[in-house]
């Protein structure tokens, strides 16, 4: 796949993304994170900050690990995963910067957290979003994942949607 974004300051970046894990307090997650507490805040009124969630979470210690996707050395894009159980994990923190979107990134963060998931034994993947978040909700769904309970106690069902997905076939 050939991708062409374009830079924040409207130059074009190069082409396929080029993905690394990295800390969760690394500088490029916080900023990124940051970047979708403030898009979350927009839709929603409210946000989680991402600053409050350990960084062991998304430790390899754990099971866990954080993706920033760069392109043309720009981060464009982030995720997270992380183990709930022995056959579970569980998406977290999937953002993609305005000016790349369209181009595959959230789908290669995607595919490179699941197939994580599906080296440690994990048999099937968890997720929220926002219900205003169509972006994000049409990504989800392309990639084979469907509603399910909410598995996060208190959460707000007028504003959140759960969703899972088999790995099966990952």
């Keep these: 796949m050939t991708l062409v974004p374009i ?25 990124l994170t940051q970047s979708l507490r403030a898009e979350q805040a927009s839709l929603y009124g409210f946000a989680d900050d991402p600053a409050d969630t350990p960084s062991v979470v998304f430790d390899a210690s754990t099971d866990g690990r954080f993706v920033v996707a760069y392109v043309g050395g720009e981060p464009v894009g982030c995720g997270g995963i992380r183990r709930l159980d022995t056959r579970t994990a569980e998406i977290k923190r999937m953002y993609t910067v305005d000016h790349a979107r369209g181009y595959g990134i959230g789908t290669g963060i995607l595919d490179h957290l699941e197939r994580h998931a599906a080296s440690f034994g994990a048999d099937k993947v968890l997720l929220e979003t926002g219900r205003h978040n169509m972006a994000a909700l049409a ?32």
């Design 139 to 170: 990504l989800y769904r392309r990639a084979g994942y469907g509603p399910c309970r909410s598995y996060v106690p208190g959460r707000d069902l007028q504003v959140n949607r759960a969703m899972t997905k088999r790995l099966d076939s990952v």
């Design 7 to 31: 830079a924040s300051d409207g130059s074009v970046l190069g082409a396929n993304p080029v993905l690394s894990e990295v800390p969760y307090d690394h500088p490029d997650a916080r900023s």
